[in-house]
T-cell receptor, first 113, second 111 residues
């Protein structure tokens, strides 16, 4: 399955953070979502074959990387209080015909103080 | 931007009852999916629908892809306590592989 680390993180406004994800074996695509309390997940961006494959309405201080070994990162610079949320990564397999079937990890709970 | 309107926001039902929830949009989607999320966990995929009019079942769950491609519903039959959680609909479009999520339906089941 999809794993994420760390499970919880507390940062101070202005700091930078890196969240990590390990995709399901055999999947070639990773997507990142931000889920604020009481809301549905919001799409941040997607990576396919180590390149950005689509981006939601998030500023450039949100960036990502995808590595050949099924792992990926979400980086957020200059943290703001509103960045406090559950960050979810999801993996899928573009080209399988079921590429919308995204499988989520447990998430990283980020708190910015 | 695209929005999915999910209703009801919450439901409190008796164990054994059937449940129905739905999702509507002003935009056309090519794929509808339903997820369940438990507290402190990520969403778990329940059902994926790829064709307008398609009716798909997964155990006690049944979901349909609306003919207009702008809506979907999820039914749960004979609810049990472990059905408690938040159910999200999500839509996908060909122009992008991103999923757009509804705001969720919180289901509580009274034993």
């Amino acid at each position: 399955g999809v794993t994420q680390s760390p499970t919880h993180l507390i940062k101070t406004r202005g700091q930078q953070v890196t969240l990590r994800c390990s995709s399901q074996s055999g999947h070639n695509t990773v997507s990142w979502y931000q889920q604020a309390l009481g809301q549905g997940p919001q799409f941040i961006f997607q990576y396919y074959r180590e390149e950005e494959n689509g981006r939601g309405n998030f500023p450039p201080r949100f960036s990502g990387l995808q590595f050949p070994n099924d792992s990926s990162e979400l980086n957020v610079n200059a943290l703001e209080l509103d960045d406090s949320a559950l960050y979810l990564c999801a993996s899928s397999d573009i080209g399988s015909g079921t590429h919308y079937e995204q499988y989520f990890g447990p998430g990283t709970r980020l708190t910015v103080t | 931007g695209q929005q999915l309107n999910q209703s009801p926001q919450s439901m409190f039902i008796q164990e054994g009852e059937d449940v129905s929830m739905n999702c509507t949009s002003s935009s056309i989607f090519n794929t509808w999916l339903w997820y369940k999320q438990d507290p402190g966990e990520g969403p778990v995929l329940l059902i994926a629908l790829y064709k307008a009019g398609e009716l798909t079942s997964n155990g006690r769950l049944t979901a349909q892809f609306g003919i207009t491609r702008k809506d979907s519903f999820l039914n749960i039959s004979a609810s049990i306590p472990s059905d408690v959680g938040i159910y999200f609909c999500a839509g996908g479009m060909d122009s992008s592989y991103k999923l757009i999520f509804g705001s969720g339906t919180r289901l509580l089941v009274r034993p």
